[in-house]
């Protein structure tokens, strides 16, 4: 039966690709035309549905395939580490460093409990889930754990892993959330266009028996491969 809108074909589509596995490739415009007994155009204008809702990919020149974004949940009794929540979903995640500096920031010395004029480090990392560039994070680290999440980041990738092995219980405590336009550093790295906007986290993590700072991020993610899950206490 020929669907009667774009729309009506791309709710039928997403139906019968709910069962198929992220990275399945999908059959051409040309079958997908004669397997629904409509037109390529109106195929075409379904995928792009679909593609928005984040539920296809389509690659240049490789084709079209299932799509599922991956859950990352903001919790206070939750682990804050991006590679423990990717892999829980069966999927892979791989950090790279990109950068180490020291910066004066007022918001960010307040927020990790130091005099506004205290020099904090800043890390800036690219994060990818199965090999897509992903995350964008600026971390600013209290100096002490500045001394071992620098070397110890060359072993473990997790900020939060890297914490755990220093004897520290690292959990997040305050969070602020929303939909932004990235700078031009995340945008860069994160493969967008500029008119794309991003999830922007800001939070920071303590350390769960003394409640003292360990680090403050901003963390920009890009949303067809991340939806941001909040659970409150």
Not at 111 to 124: G, I, K, N, Q, R
Request: charged share 20%; aromatic share 6%.
């Amino acid at each position: 039966m020929m669907a009667s809108t774009p729309e009506s074909l791309a709710d039928s589509l997403a139906s019968s690709i709910a069962c198929l596995q992220p990275g399945t490739r999908l059959p051409s415009e040309h079958e997908l035309a004669a397997t629904w007994g409509t037109t390529r155009a109106m195929v075409r204008r379904a995928l792009a549905i679909l593609e928005r809702q984040y539920l296809i990919r389509r690659l240049q020149g490789n084709g079209t395939f299932v799509h599922k974004r991956i859950d990352y949940l903001i919790s206070s009794d939750q682990l804050p580490s991006l590679h423990a929540t990717v892999e829980e979903q069966g999927s892979t995640a791989r950090t790279f460093s990109l950068g180490h500096t020291t910066t004066h920031d007022p918001e960010v010395a307040a927020a990790l409990e130091l005099p506004a004029d205290t020099s904090v480090h800043l890390m800036t990392r690219l994060g990818y889930i199965d090999d897509v560039p992903s995350v964008y994070l600026e971390e600013y680290l209290d100096p002490d754990l500045d001394q071992v999440s620098v070397p110890g980041m060359h072993i473990i990738e997790s900020l939060a892993e890297v914490a755990l092995a220093a004897g520290w219980q690292p959990r997040r405590t305050w969070c602020r959330m929303t939909v932004d336009q990235p700078p031009y550093a995340a945008r860069d790295r994160l493969d967008l266009r500029p008119e794309q906007q991003t999830w922007l986290v800001e939070s920071l993590t303590i350390e769960a028996g003394s409640g003292r700072p360990l680090w403050f991020s901003r963390v920009w993610s890009r949303m067809d491969m991340v939806r941001i899950v909040c659970r409150l206490a």
